[in-house]
């Protein structure tokens, strides 16, 4: 069993940026891929990075050079650096993993980018 809290958001202005976490439990953690998502209402949920257990980081496209994905297998957490925020990046952000075949979110935390 995986659990996952996310922190970190908030409202921001146009430019901005914040910096999520997200904490897992458990013992597996460094054993993990992490993936961080966003979802914005009437919209599907979208991957915007993930890091696997060897620390290697993909993006969508909507967000590279201006997002960064790490992770500190000490601390069980992975986190999501988000720089040069704009309006379409307002979502609710879920951190997001799979183990053994189960898939486990965390519960979200909105991100409002306005002036």
């Known amino acids: 069993q995986v659990q996952l809290v996310e922190s970190g958001g908030g409202l921001v202005q146009p430019g901005g940026s914040l910096r999520l976490s997200c904490a897992s439990s458990?013992?597996?953690?460094?054993?993990?891929?992490m993936g961080w998502y966003r979802q914005i209402p009437g919209k599907q949920r979208e991957l915007v990075a993930v890091?696997?257990?060897?620390?290697?980081?993909n993006y969508a496209d909507s967000v590279k050079g201006r997002f960064t994905i790490s992770r500190d297998n000490a601390k069980n957490t992975v986190y999501l650096q988000m720089n040069s925020l704009n309006p379409e990046d307002t979502a609710v952000y879920y951190c997001h993993t799979r183990w053994l075949m189960d898939d486990y979110w965390g519960q979200g935390t909105q991100v409002t980018v306005s002036s």
């Open positions: 890091i696997s257990s060897r620390g290697n980081t």
């Open positions: 458990g013992r597996i953690f460094g054993l993990l891929d």
